[in-house]
């Protein structure tokens, strides 16, 4: 648990902050029951991501493929924003919060209220026709695999193995990263590229980074400058009462 030091010198630099940013991984939807991909109890213990999550055999062996999107896209269905998710929430409200870059595709900070979100490995919230690109909604799901009006292969709307991260969503990403003075890292160990070059980018252009992870990992003390211990749906609810304590520093 951490100290109500730590959580104060993150709420102090937070409110002196001028453009806050937050990158966040699998680790903040732990809480909404959302299980990691890679971690224990997985889609991954089950389901070999190089065969069920690779494009090439979405488009080639689509049934296969969607054994394993079915019941990912259950879950995110079902799935809630939790105490983190809001927390975040409430500090756009604030206008202390410019936006996040997430590398999940739950779209809880959305449901959450977040509005200035950057979908880094896209949004499964939206299905797309693999060839006139129109747009369904998860829920209007009906068949599985799902098809078109125009019969075509419909392809949950986020980044599969083997293809690259939507250009808009890392060059947005990486103007915010560049641009911060401050950023939070919540629920990522920040080392799959491309995403993990975010914090760095934001390090180097001379931001405060404050990481929110149950443990350390390969940035603490490198990249991030302090490290606060303990799960984000605990600590980011007492940070933002805390920075309204500070007071708000425009």
Known sequence: MPTEETIKRAARDIAKAKRVIAFTGAGISVESEIAPFRGKGGLWERYNPEEYAHISTFRNNPEKSWQMLAEMLEHIKKAKPNPAHLALAELEKMRKLRCIITQN???????????????????????????????????????????????????????????????????????????????????????????????????????????????????????SDYLIEGKAGEVLPRVVEAVKKVGIRE
């Open 105 to 223: 595709v739950d779209n809880l900070h959305q449901k959450a209220g977040n509005t200035s979100v950057i979908d880094f490995h896209g949004n499964a919230r939206w299905l797309v026709c693999l060839e006139c690109d129109r747009k369904y909604k998860l829920d209007d799901l009906e068949e599985i695999p799902p098809r078109c009006e125009c019969r075509a292969l419909l392809k949950p709307d986020v980044v599969f193995f083997g293809e690259p991260i939507p250009i808009d969503a890392l060059r947005r990403s990486q103007e915010e990263a560049g641009k911060c003075d401050l950023m939070l890292v919540i629920g990522t160990s920040a080392v799959i590229q491309p995403a993990a070059s975010l914090p760095i980018i934001a390090k180097r252009a001379g931001a405060t980074v404050i990481e929110i992870n149950l443990e350390p990992t390969p940035i603490t003390g490198i990249v």
